[in-house]
């Protein structure tokens, strides 16, 4: 049983989305050596006109450029569509109409939203202390209003709906590319919530999420102890982005493409743990779910599949970003039940071992919902 | 004067212009480390260089876990802070990254040497205090969900005026989840290898890094390796020779271990014998911490609360 939805554009040709990684700013000269900083000053406008240097290069778009110039155009045309295949399966298109945006890169001057910290872990000890960068780290959530009214990208004229589409559209891509790259799901789902907290703090107008979708999972790769060497996730990325084998695309491409690719995306991995701060530790919530199910003696059910399902659907949205993972897993717990019209409150004290209340229950129910 | 940008578009200074480098004070896998002085302050910091590009696969594994697993732990006073991360670059013009680190004067392999080398014993009120720091520090990182993985001396920093201990180099950590997952045995130097370990055992946890404290214990007292095999199979007879050759009454499921062989059979001989100057109380925390079974192998939390740590004056710890 699938519950995905592909957001899509009708009536529209299809692009990988994938301009802005091979940007007519990088192909002004092939042999200029590109500093490294390149990525982090380059001009927001990844529509530039040095596209046309480059002629059937980067002919991505069958109609007309113009078309697509504003979201506007195309806000209305965003659709569900139903899939009963298999979760982001391999046809997923990943669709954006370009914009036209200012110059100014707002990622440099975002202030980042107001968050609600969870809980005060400063030690005696640690105040005696001077100060770390790094000092009294704890998990911040923030509420899913600050998330939609507070993202960079609204600065640069994406709007919620279309920043949802992005964010499902580079969730497809990286369940696509660590499925094909054969990584667990625990380090998939950790790269999504990675380039969530990424594009919280930096707008999508100025970042490929393709590019930063590559690099998150090659960097948790990593950090998680299931390293694929950089050119095999360079490859497969190359083949899902453009559909076609990879031996093929050295046809379409200037001669160094891939090395051009290659240091984008080491450039993109540096970016995201500056971004970060490092922060690259993402508790998930099949641990919780689990535990607390099994001791309820609920362990072999249906229940627990759809669940635990629920979760892993979960990671397109925002819930990272706003609940601890006790509480996503019981909202997916309360909502499987409901699918299932079950009725948990008869086991007693659930909600407390998932130490979540009714408020929690609701909107991360709510939220898991809206997926669907 | 160049400069690098932030996130949030503040100016900040790059490596090279933040740092005097005034020496440097050891060499790891992935680069040097050096003293140096923040300019601005004038406090004296040991920089952690790390190459990015040494083998075209961006920035080392061993770095991304240090640097995530210390922002979660650097706020406990037995554990190494982490103050900044910078980035600079090399001669070459390749970019280095620069973990900025609380300056510590020795590590507890060279205080180890240091008294070996004069010929005198370490207080035992010394040991005492060492052991229960790094017990504390070990129980405060195992709470956070993380095994350390590489316990050595040589890992263990200390001040040498406050004798104040700190655990170092989380290139090998590891946070965990249960069940326990499996994990490479390719981690940790040999001496202080966890029997499990050696055997293959790819499902381990906290118990590893007990195994660790305990042979520092020793050393500590002894001023020598408890167990110093120079390959894994002279590690494992070692051990054996002390402990008595394990089998399925001591150690269920040992013999089902991916390593295990028949191997010579010893009987197990009196801690006492390879530790001679620890009085009884040290004598049982060691053995707890020398369980072969890792399930019966003691935690760090209940280590702290153990009797032969009752005359510790523990307010400054």
């Known amino acids: 049983m699938s519950f995905v939805r592909n957001y899509q554009a009708e009536d529209r040709s299809l692009h990988s989305g994938y301009w802005s990684t091979f940007d007519g700013n990088n192909y002004g000269n092939n042999n200029r050596k590109r500093s490294r900083n390149n990525y982090y000053n380059r001009n927001c406008n990844i529509y530039n006109d040095n596209r046309t240097k480059f002629g059937d290069h980067f002919n991505f778009y069958n109609a007309d450029h113009a078309n697509y110039a504003r979201y506007d155009a195309v806000r209305s045309s965003l659709k569900r569509r139903k899939y009963s295949a298999p979760v982001w399966q391999e046809s997923q298109q990943y669709y954006v109409p370009p914009m036209v945006h200012d110059n100014i890169p707002s990622a440099y001057n975002f202030q980042g939203p107001p968050t609600r910290s969870d809980g005060d872990a400063s030690t005696s000890a640690s105040c005696k202390r001077d100060c770390s960068i790094f000092e009294d780290d704890k998990p911040v959530f923030m509420s899913r209003d600050e998330i939609d009214r507070h993202s960079p990208s609204r600065k640069d004229g994406i709007d919620v709906h279309h920043e949802t589409h992005l964010r499902y559209s580079y969730c497809a891509f990286l369940q696509n590319l660590g499925m094909r790259l054969e990584l667990p799901q625990n380090i998939i789902g950790t790269a999504m919530v990675l380039c969530h907290r990424f594009f919280v703090r930096r707008s999508h107008a100025c970042h490929d999420r393709f590019l930063i979708a590559t690099a998150a999972l090659f960097l948790t790769a990593k950090s998680e102890e299931a390293p694929r060497h950089l050119n095999n996730v360079l490859r497969t990325s190359s083949e899902i982005l453009y559909k076609q084998d990879f031996a093929l695309l050295s046809y379409r491409f200037p001669v160094d493409w891939f090395e051009q690719y290659r240091e984008r995306v080491l450039e993109a991995e540096q970016l995201i743990l500056t971004t970060l701060n490092f922060e690259l530790n993402v508790q998930h919530p099949y641990v919780p779910l689990t535990s607390v199910l099994n001791k309820l003696g609920l362990s072999k059910t249906v229940l627990v599949n759809l669940a635990l399902n629920l979760v892993s659907e979960g990671l397109r949205s925002s819930l990272w970003l706003q609940f601890k993972p006790h509480h996503i897993a019981a909202g997916a717990a309360y909502l499987a039940a409901k699918f299932l019209n079950m009725d948990l409150a008869a086991y007693q004290n659930i909600w407390q071992e998932f130490q979540t209340t009714p408020s929690i229950l609701q909107d991360v129910s709510q939220q898991l919902m809206e997926l669907f | ?317």
Not at chain 2, 149 to 156: A, E, I, S, T, V
Not at chain 2, 187 to 200: D, F, H, K, S
């Open chain 2, 1 to 317: 004067m160049e400069m690098e940008k932030t996130g949030a578009g503040v100016a900040v200074l790059s490596a090279k212009e933040a740092f005097e480098k005034l020496e440097k004070v050891g060499e790891g896998t992935y680069g040097k480390v050096y003293r140096a002085r923040e300019k601005a302050t004038g406090k004296i910091v040991a920089l952690k260089k790390t190459r990015l590009h040494e083998d075209q696969e961006g920035v080392p594994p061993t770095t991304l876990r240090e640097v995530s697993i210390l922002r979660m732990l650097s706020r406990d006073p037995h554990v190494v802070r982490l103050m900044d991360v910078k980035q600079g670059q090399n001669k070459e013009g390749k970019t280095v990254l620069y973990l900025v680190f609380e300056y510590m004067d020795t590590d507890l392999k060279k205080f180890i040497r240091s008294f070996r080398q004069t010929g005198q014993s370490i207080p035992p009120q010394t040991i005492k205090s060492l052991m229960y720091q790094l017990c504390k520090g070990i129980a405060f990182c195992h709470g956070h969900g993380i095994l350390h993985r590489d316990l050595k001396p040589h890992n263990l920093l200390m001040d040498r005026k406050t004798m104040m201990l700190k655990i170092a180099d989380l290139g090998l950590a590891r946070a965990f989840t249960v069940p326990i997952k499996k994990y490479t045995h390719e981690i940790l130097t040999l001496w202080y290898r966890a029997p499990e370990v050696l055997l293959g055992a790819t499902h381990y946890s906290m118990a590893v890094d007990i195994w660790s404290v305990g042979c520092i214990f020793a050393e500590l007292v002894t001023k020598q390796a408890l167990f110093a095999g120079d390959s894994e199979l002279q590690q494992l007879l070692h051990i054996f020779r002390l402990l008595g050759t394990p089998n399925e009454e001591v150690w269920p499921g040992v013999s089902k271990l991916k390593d295990w062989h028949e191997y010579p059979q010893w009987n197990p001989k009196s801690l006492s014998t390879a530790v001679p100057g620890l009085d009884e109380l040290g004598l049982d925390l060691l053995s707890q911490m020398l369980e072969y079974e890792p399930s019966k192998r003691i935690s760090a939390k209940k280590a702290m609360e153990h009797a032969y740590f009752n005359d510790l004056d523990k307010g400054h710890l």
